[in-house]
């Protein structure tokens, strides 16, 4: 072998000695090809060559080779330091050598390369001012390696010298001929502290190949990486994958490069900006059949920051982004860690004040004592008035960077002592807020992180003033469906009821989802759930109407197919393109007897006290507001105590991902799951994670219990006689004598009088006594026939005739009044009070 085996030399003679070195005949060095020749590949470079020094300092020895050419050329096993290659100049003038084809060429005394296009570099192995060595590269581009492929090489060279000074290789001390290490290889051993990652994809199947660098940067072991691309970068941003999948489909023409910087979140919630570099080599066809891509930790190459991804990242985010506090999470996401900054804050201007949307950490140990006296309630509010810094920046509109040491007043100086940057956020011509950004490290504001900031304030002032509108819209919604529902539901004798509205999370929150419970008698009691069509302020109109009409309807009496037959014609009456759907049902609370109506909705369910759950077989009829005619037929079923009564809208049972026949057996499974003994509670797990609702959602709950007293009834027709007072007398003590309320009795039969009395006066037709006795109470209820309400007068004097009556029906009464019923036929209640309360 010639005494100078530089580049062209060792080159053309490895041809020929394929199966080792001339004059030697060992294997080449063994080593995991792999990774490292997908980072070669990916900087240009066919082979790399470890050159060490030997012990005298008079040759140097080839201690390992790798690359995906290393078959093709034939380095020599030592070159002399006084020789005229490449690696020995390189080494004695311990300065990199980067060598053109040209350049390669015309070298004095150098060998002939085997093809016209290789380049070759030279880097010297040097640690602490001692020289251990030379790493060759050989490339093949007619342009020899670009600027980006020369920093990683060298960077490559610093990597494999550190081994070198550490001991971790001993080959400066081997023997010609002695067996050099096999496992793991020097190259490789390098490879992995610079923390390189590597891929190669397969565009037609999705198949990746990563090695165990790449999987632990992006946070994944190989256990969990089933060789798929949409698993390589599962850990990563939302706001990054979108970029990430443009960036790994290979759409670009053959050797066209890309580049991304993009973040992952590992399984320890640790956050890591990774740079990612992809090439398409060429392919015969015009499918690329190859991605070739390395991914290396920002830290590791020198990163260089991408203001236009970042930004449009941060367009795109703030776009989806729709109420404030969304704003607020995306600022954070943006500004924190990518600046590497110890808080950020965001506040909304309004008036004289700051109301802060979010502060990061979101601590009051980690804000100044005046953001600590206004802490309120989730967040503070901070007056501009005690803020100039502040207040100075929203008058002028302008960025205001402070460095470490400036001597801020006491609400912002412990916000940023190593630097502290002002954002005021320009929209429509105005400031509608300020962001901070503050780090405790001296920082420096560079010039392109001063441009961000700059982009930043424009674009995040846009969002939140459009974010503003959105929630004050939203507020309102709110509000409007608030005023259109109940404030609260009655308290009921034997049973409880509870209700859950949930408003829509897409577009325009007020529905047209109701529900009410309306007491109809002292025990009787109506439940009743609908859906207005669309989601609309027309809807939520209609659905207030819907609501009051049923309303007025049951307490007038009817029956429950007459007061779904009125909706019915109220709605078809008012000449609107929406229909709605109803589920009526009145419940006897003493006698557990309950009587259904479904217009178009949904059958109700029951849980039996047993756990078991089914759906009430309810003869349905139309929706209301199609057809005026329409017939709404009842049926009738029996509660025992113990039973829960479920009435739903299609918000929590239907999805366009959810079919109603699967939404209907989840709420079935549900209730029989749920504690009846917590009403509310059962409420809430039949609500379960609604998450992002397509629709507004309404549930109604009834857990009847039974009366415990069952009240006592007694009634008479009062015949029109002239002593029809007297006989209502008798049977009114007659009662009471077999009731055992003997203390009560004169009060009673006093109310008893009058009421008769001005019934048999003032009216035509049948007039009926009802007594009721419910504990300690007795209720007196005389009934007639006129359309009129008994009216008290008002002035009484001496001269008057009559009048007294109902005055002396109140005072002896702790209630009375007078209730319109079905038909027209008023009727007049009165309440004794207790027995002892009765003198």
Not at 696 to 718: E, H, K, N, Q
């Amino acid at each position: 072998m010639p005494h100078d085996g530089g580049a062209r030399a060792g080159v053309s003679q490895l041809r020929a000695s394929q199966s080792g070195a001339a004059g030697t005949g060992s294997a080449p060095p063994a080593r995991e090809a792999v990774p490292v020749e997908r980072a070669l590949t990916f900087a240009g470079a066919a082979l790399a060559a470890v050159y060490a020094a030997g012990a005298g300092q008079e040759e140097l020895r080839l201690l390992e080779t790798a690359g995906p050419a290393v078959s093709e050329y034939g380095l020599p096993e030592r070159l002399p330091l006084s020789g005229g290659s490449p690696a020995a100049q390189a080494f004695r003038s311990d300065r990199p050598l980067w060598l053109t084809p040209a350049a390669l060429a015309s070298y004095e005394g150098g060998p002939t390369p085997p093809g016209a296009q290789t380049s070759l570099g030279a880097l010297p192995l040097t640690a602490e001012g001692r020289r251990l060595g030379c790493l060759v590269f050989v490339g093949a581009s007619a342009d020899g390696f670009e600027a980006e492929q020369r920093r990683f090489l060298t960077r490559y060279a610093d990597a494999v010298a550190d081994l070198l000074k550490a001991g971790t290789e001993k080959a400066g001390t081997e023997k010609a001929g002695t067996a050099r290490p096999t496992a793991p290889s020097l190259l490789d051993r390098a490879l992995r502290t610079l923390r390189v990652g590597s891929f190669v994809l397969v565009p037609d199947t999705g198949v990746i190949d990563a090695d165990e660098t790449l999987l632990d940067l992006v946070g994944l072991t190989p256990e969990e990486f089933d060789g798929k691309a949409d698993s390589l970068i599962a850990n990563a941003f939302p706001e990054d994958m979108h970029a990430l999948m443009s960036v790994l489909e290979p759409s670009t023409p053959a050797s066209a490069r890309r580049e991304l910087e993009f973040r992952v979140r590992c399984p320890t919630g640790e956050m890591r900006w990774l740079s990612l570099r992809c090439r398409v080599p060429a392919s015969p066809g015009d499918r690329p059949q190859q991605l070739l891509g390395v991914v290396t930790a920002t830290s590791v190459q020198r990163r260089s920051a991408d203001d236009v991804s970042r930004i449009q990242w941060l367009t795109a985010a703030l776009d989806d982004a729709t109420t404030v506090r969304d704003v607020g999470r995306v600022v954070v996401t943006a500004l924190r860690e990518p600046l590497a900054a110890d808080r950020v804050a965001l506040a909304e201007l309004r008036e004289d004040r700051l109301i802060v949307i979010v502060l990061d950490p979101p601590r009051p140990d980690a804000w100044p004592e005046t953001w600590r006296a206004e802490w309120r309630s989730e967040w503070p509010d901070a007056p501009v008035r005690a803020l100039p810094t502040l207040q100075l920046a929203l008058r002028d509109g302008r960025m205001d960077l402070w460095p470490a040491g400036t001597a801020l007043e006491p609400g912002l100086a412990g916000i940023g002592a190593g630097g502290l940057a002002v954002l005021p956020l320009p929209a429509k011509g105005g400031v509608v807020g300020v962001c901070l950004v503050g780090w405790d490290q001296p920082h420096e504001f560079a010039t392109e992180e001063r441009s961000v900031l700059t982009a930043t304030a424009a674009l995040v002032g846009q969002a939140l003033e459009r974010a503003h509108a959105y929630d004050a819209e939203q507020e309102l919604a709110t509000l409007l469906q608030r005023s259109l529902l109940p404030r609260r539901l009655p308290e009921l004798p034997g049973g409880t009821a509870v209700a859950r509205y949930l408003p829509a999370r897409r577009g325009l929150q007020v529905g047209g989802d109701w529900y009410d419970v309306i007491v109809i008698s002292e025990d009787r009691v109506a439940f009743v759930i609908g859906d207005v069509q669309g989601h609309s302020a027309g809807a939520a109109t209609i659905m207030g109407q819907m609501r009051t009409a049923v309303r007025a309807y049951a307490v007038e009496g009817h029956p429950p197919d007459v007061v779904v037959s009125h909706a019915n014609r109220l709605l078809v009456g008012m000449e609107t393109d929406l229909f709605a759907t109803c589920c009526y049902v009145e419940v006897d609370m003493e006698e557990g007897n309950a009587l259904f109506v479904r217009a178009g909705h949904l059958a109700p369910l029951l849980r039996q006290p047993d756990g078991t759950t089914e759906e009430v077989e309810v003869e349905g009829g139309l929706p209301l507001g199609v057809l005026a005619e329409a017939e709404f037929p009842m049926t009738a079923v029996a509660l025992t105590p113990g039973t829960v009564l479920a009435l739903v809208t299609d918000g929590l049972v239907e999805a366009a991902d959810l079919p109603l026949d699967e939404g209907m057996d989840r709420t079935r499974a549900a209730l029989a799951a749920a504690d009846p003994a917590d009403a509310g509670r059962m409420a809430d797990e039949l609500l379960g994670d609604a998450g992002r609702r397509e629709d507004d959602v309404a549930l109604l709950l009834l857990r009847y219990d039974g009366m415990t007293a069952r009240p006592i009834r007694s009634g008479w027709v009062v015949w029109r006689l002239p002593d029809a007072v007297m006989h209502a007398r008798r049977f009114t003590a007659r009662t009471l004598r077999r009731w055992e309320v003997g203390e009560a009795a004169d009060g009673v039969l006093l109310v008893v009088s009058e009421l008769v009395t001005n019934a048999l006066i003032h009216t035509q037709g049948p007039v009926r006594l009802d007594l009721i006795l419910r504990g300690d109470r007795v209720r007196v209820c005389v009934s007639d026939a006129s359309p009129r309400a008994p009216a008290k007068p008002v002035i009484v004097d001496w001269e008057s005739t009559g009048g007294r009556g109902l005055l002396l029906v109140e005072a002896m009464s702790e209630s009375f009044g007078s209730v319109p019923v079905a038909g027209g036929t008023p009727s007049a209640p009165a309440a004794p009070t207790k027995p002892e309360d009765a003198r």
